[in-house]
């Protein structure tokens, strides 16, 4: 069974505030009460927040009004719309979707034109091979998509050249911010391409070969009940899946 929110919510703030540099407070929650309910966003996207506990994920991430934000992978565009919402009209959130999603699936597309007309928001369509993010970057965030850079559709070194775009998309002393599905432990990327999953070390060892720091991980979306062993789209486990929560500094 899943945590509760109020424990899974205390459990990150004990956790993201132990890991904070510099006496660093971490933001409440609650703060982010407007961004949720900003117009921008959709009653399907309202209705998902409990169970993807986007006020707390937004905490972790430390997401502020008036930052650079890059959505990574964007999917449907959930989390684009919210760092919309949470950066406000002095922000600026780039939304990258990659051309071999849009090429492959003709609704990528069209959630990329649609949060493109926000007016805080800039598309990115460029190919995963050759990831281009602009500079002065607070914070790059994925979610449920670092294992898609393990495709077998993509080159063995697309995870490299994308973490080493995002070290230098970010400022010094920027935040990258990654989210996915629990793999089995050991399996290091085997899964990606078959379940949809990878494996937390795995994700370390890559992410800190560029260069960034380990900050802070979270167990907030941990699912126990999850065996980690079925594909993230088989209906006995699809939306209950077991992830985690990292947070990367590029060092100042």
């Known amino acids: 069974?899943?945590?509760?929110?109020?424990?899974?919510?205390?459990?990150?703030?004990?956790?993201?505030?132990?890991?904070?540099?510099?006496?660093?407070v971490a933001p409440d929650p609650a703060g982010y009460a407007a961004a949720l309910a900003d117009p921008v966003r959709s009653a399907e996207d309202r209705a998902r927040d409990e169970s993807r506990h986007t006020a707390e994920t937004l905490a972790f991430a430390r997401v502020g009004p008036g930052q650079n934000v890059t959505d990574m992978i964007i999917g449907g565009g959930y989390f684009t719309r919210i760092f919309s919402a949470a950066v406000g009209p002095e922000g600026r959130v780039t939304a990258w979707q990659p051309a071999e999603f849009i090429g492959f699936q003709a609704s990528y597309g069209e959630s990329l034109t649609a949060v493109d007309a926000l007016p805080n928001v800039d598309a990115v369509r460029v190919s995963l091979a050759a990831p281009d993010l602009p500079g002065?970057?607070?914070?790059?965030?994925?979610?449920?998509?670092?294992h898609d850079l393990h495709l077998a559709m993509a080159s063995a070194d697309t995870?490299?050249?994308?973490?080493?775009?995002?070290?230098?998309?970010?400022?010094?002393?920027?935040?990258?911010?990654?989210?996915?599905?629990?793999?089995?432990?050991?399996?290091?990327?085997?899964?990606?391409?078959?379940?949809?999953?990878?494996?937390?070390?795995a994700v370390k060892?890559?992410?800190?070969?560029?260069?960034?720091?380990?900050?802070?991980?979270?167990?907030?979306?941990?699912?126990?009940?999850?065996?980690?062993?079925?594909?993230?789209?088989?209906?006995?486990?699809?939306?209950?899946?077991?992830?985690?929560?990292?947070?990367?500094?590029?060092?100042?």
């Open 205 to 252: 060892r890559e992410v800190t070969a560029a260069g960034f720091v380990l900050e802070a991980e979270s167990d907030l979306l941990a699912d126990g009940a999850d065996p980690r062993t079925a594909s993230v789209f088989d209906p006995s486990i699809r939306g209950k899946t077991s992830q985690f929560m990292l947070r990367f500094r590029k060092p100042a």
């Open 1 to 24: 069974m899943r945590r509760s929110l109020i424990l899974a919510a205390s459990a990150l703030l004990v956790l993201s505030s132990a890991a904070c540099m510099g006496g660093e």
């Open 159 to 201: 995870a490299s050249r994308v973490n080493a775009a995002v070290f230098r998309a970010l400022k010094p002393g920027g935040l990258y911010v990654i989210i996915d599905h629990h793999a089995a432990a050991g399996s290091g990327v085997s899964a990606a391409d078959t379940l949809h999953r990878i494996d937390i070390e």
């Open 136 to 146: 002065g970057q607070d914070l790059v965030f994925t979610a449920q998509n670092y």
